[in-house]
Structure formats: structure tokens, C-alpha cells
């Protein structure tokens, strides 16, 4: 069983930046990591996800240049680096962890998910 915990959320104003981290504590496995967010009103979408080795990584479209996903191994943790944000980044920030390889994009791939931390950017 592994346990995630999120930290890191806050209120920004447009234009800001937040780190998001996640920290992961038991289970013995090499996750891939991945983020994901939910706006208010609509479905859990991919926000990003990375390799265990960090050797490959994954964005979506709408975040691909803004955002940088990493993380430290010794700390188990990951990170979500998030600048130039924009009120349609508001939404609670979830991290999840799978056991495959696959830097997968559909919510049902991930075995493991944090509490969620809220980001709300005012314009």
C-alpha cells in the first residue's frame, strides 16, 4: 500500500507560480508519477506525469511549457513546478502513482492517489 500526500496548493494571482509536492511513503515498487487536476464542475484530467528514472516525461497540451514535473528519489518525492498561471488552472491537484511504465493519461491507470490540494489563481 502506498500513501501519497500532496502539499503546496494555495490562492496565486494570474501570473504566479506554485510547487506542488508529493511526497510518497511505503510500498517497495518503482512507480511511474503522474497529476492530475479537477476543475470545479468537470472531469479529472492529466496534467502530467514522469518515468521513475526520470527519463521520460509527459504533459498535456493545455500546461506543456508552463509546467515542469519532477523528482527526487531519495526523498520520495515529486514535484509540479507551475508558473504563468492562469485562472483556468484553478482546480484540486491530485498525484497518483502506477506500476507500469506507461506515462498513462486516463485517471483509471493509476493505482494510488494523494488527498488532492486545492490551487485557485484569481485573475
Known amino acids: 500500500q502506498v500513501q501519497l500526500v500532496e502539499s503546496g496548493g494555495g490562492l496565486v494571482q494570474a501570473g504566479g507560480s506554485l510547487r506542488l509536492s508529493c511526497g510518497a511513503s511505503?510500498?517497495?515498487?518503482?512507480?511511474?508519477m503522474g497529476w492530475f487536476r479537477q476543475p470545479p464542475g468537470k472531469d479529472r484530467e492529466f496534467v502530467a506525469a514522469?518515468?521513475?528514472?526520470?527519463?521520460?516525461?509527459r504533459y498535456a497540451d493545455s500546461i506543456k511549457g508552463r509546467f515542469t514535473i519532477s523528482r527526487d528519489i531519495a526523498k520520495r518525492t515529486y514535484y509540479l513546478e507551475m508558473n504563468s498561471l492562469k485562472p483556468e488552472d484553478t482546480a484540486v491537484y491530485y498525484c497518483a502513482v502506477r506500476g507500469g511504465s506507461e506515462l498513462a493519461v486516463i485517471p483509471g491507470r493509476y493505482d494510488y492517489w494523494g488527498q488532492g490540494t486545492q490551487v485557485t489563481v484569481s485573475s
Open positions: 511505503r510500498g517497495t515498487f518503482s512507480p511511474t
Open positions: 514522469i518515468s521513475w528514472t526520470g527519463d521520460n516525461t
